[in-house]
C-alpha cells in the first residue's frame, strides 16, 4: 500500500501473463494504471476514491511509488507504464484476443490499429467508439446504451480506454455491472502516445520520475 492505495507488485511480462489469464474468466475486470496523481486523488478525495474502488487492479504507473514499493520490500526494477504495456502488449499478443478501442479520436484510433496490425498481423481490433465522454462517464445521446450493447455483444477480451483521469475511471465505474466479461485497461496517454500524435517524455527523465 501506498498513501492507502493498494499497488501489484509486478513487472511487465508477468502483468501481461496475469491479462491473459483474467480475459478467459466469464466476468468483467478492471485495471488501472496509477501514477502519484492518481493515488494523491485516491487520498484526498472521496468522489474520486469512490470511482477507484471499483477497479480489482492498481499497477505503480510512475517511479516514485516504486521507490515507495521498494522501501517495503518489493525489490521492483521499473515501473509498469502504461504507454509501454499497451504497446508491448498488443505487439506480441496471441492469436485470437480480441480488442476495443474506447476514447481518442477517429484519427486517434485508425492510427493506433494500423501501427499495431503492422507489428502484429494476428492482431484483431473487433470494435471501436471514439465520441465525447462527459464528467459522470457516460457518453452522448445514444452512444451511452449502444456503446455497452455493442461491447457486449463483441465480447472483446480486452477493452481499452483512452478519455483520460478521471473521465476514464467515471466511465469505468459508471459501466462496470452492465458489462459482461473482458479486461478493462484505462490508459490515458496511451492512446496518443502510441500513435504518435503526442510525443513522450525522454526515458532519462522517466527513470527519474519526473513524469
Known amino acids: 500500500h501506498v498513501l492507502s492505495a493498494p499497488l501489484l507488485v509486478t513487472d511487465y511480462d508477468e502483468?501481461?501473463?496475469?491479462?491473459?489469464?483474467?480475459?478467459r474468466a466469464p466476468r468483467i475486470r478492471l485495471?488501472?494504471?496509477?501514477n502519484t496523481q492518481i493515488v494523491t486523488m485516491r487520498r484526498h478525495d472521496p468522489a474520486f476514491r469512490k470511482l477507484?474502488?471499483?477497479y480489482e487492479d492498481l499497477v505503480p504507473d510512475g517511479m516514485p511509488l516504486v521507490w515507495c514499493l521498494n522501501c517495503a520490500g518489493a525489490r521492483l526494477r521499473d515501473r509498469v507504464y502504461g504507454p509501454t504495456f499497451m504497446r508491448r502488449?498488443?505487439?506480441t499478443a496471441p492469436a485470437g484476443t480480441t480488442h476495443y478501442l474506447l476514447g481518442g479520436s477517429p484519427e486517434c484510433g485508425a492510427r493506433l490499429q494500423a501501427v499495431f496490425t503492422k507489428r502484429n498481423p494476428t492482431l484483431c481490433f473487433v470494435g471501436a467508439f471514439h465520441g465525447r465522454c462527459n464528467a459522470d462517464?457516460?457518453?452522448?445521446?445514444s452512444a451511452e446504451q449502444e456503446v455497452v450493447d455493442e461491447i457486449n455483444r463483441l465480447s472483446p477480451d480486452f477493452?481499452?480506454?483512452g478519455f483520460g483521469t478521471p473521465k476514464q475511471q467515471a466511465w469505468a465505474h459508471r459501466h462496470k455491472l452492465q458489462l459482461r466479461r473482458g479486461v478493462v485497461l484505462t490508459v490515458g496517454f496511451a492512446f496518443d502516445a502510441n500513435a504518435g500524435l503526442k510525443p513522450d517524455a525522454p526515458a532519462w527523465m522517466q527513470r527519474c520520475g519526473l513524469t
Open 52 to 54: 477507484m474502488n471499483a
Open 31 to 34: 485495471l488501472e494504471f496509477v
Open 15 to 23: 502483468l501481461a501473463s496475469l491479462c491473459l489469464e483474467w480475459a
Open 159 to 161: 477493452i481499452w480506454v
Open 137 to 141: 462517464g457516460s457518453l452522448e445521446g
Open 89 to 91: 502488449f498488443l505487439e
